[in-house]
């Protein structure tokens, strides 16, 4: 959990069943423009067979170079900390 990318070109690549792999990215989550070139595949990618799960967009600006959105997906409240939860129950 919290990795911006992956090592692997598809989730069945990971030892799991693609089906329990989840990705969510915040839409202003600075990381966005940088996974492919820093991090390997993009988990949230359709290719990579993760299931997406949907988070906020994340505020806008903050710090550089990733912003206040790549620190929220744990904010109360959010869709990201819900679906998190979801996933971890067995419910997703």
Known sequence: MGSP????QHASE????PENVHAS?????????LT???HGADPTS????ASVF???????GGPWPLGAAHSE??????AS???MGEIIAGRH
């Open 73 to 78: 997906y744990f904010h109360e409240d959010t």
């Open 54 to 60: 949907e988070s906020k967009k994340g505020s806008e």
């Open 14 to 17: 990971l030892g799991f069943l």
């Open 25 to 33: 990215t915040a839409k202003n989550d600075g990381i966005t423009g």
């Open 81 to 83: 900390l819900e679906n």
């Open 46 to 49: 359709p290719d990579f067979g």
């Open 5 to 8: 990318g992956a090592d692997a």
């Open 36 to 38: 492919d070139l820093t």
